[in-house]
């Protein structure tokens, strides 16, 4: 059983890192000011916006011209990453 646990671990961390590149992805594609109606730009943002959209109401607080949104994603991913790791072991 515990091998389960371990497995599915890992496919969460895999799942993480995933994310973690479409985020980036995401954050590249706004900087450069990519075509909305490129298929690969409409599929990273319909990947991250419902991601995001939790987090907005948040980090709109926080004054400036950033989307601070995508940072604080990584930052509860890098997190749970390490939780789960540390419960692996």
């Known amino acids: 059983m515990e091998s389960i646990g371990v497995a599915l671990g890992q496919v969460i ?33 319909n990947i991250t916006e419902p991601l995001y959209r939790p987090l907005r109401p948040l980090t709109k607080k926080i004054p400036g011209p950033i989307d601070w949104a995508p940072m604080v994603l990584i930052l509860i991913i890098v997190f749970l990453d390490r939780l789960i790791r540390q419960w692996m072991r």
Do not use: K
């Open 13 to 45: 961390l895999v799942l993480f890192n995933m994310i973690q590149i479409v985020i980036f992805l995401s954050v590249m594609i706004s900087w450069v000011g990519a075509d909305p109606s490129n298929p690969i730009v409409s599929m990273v943002r």
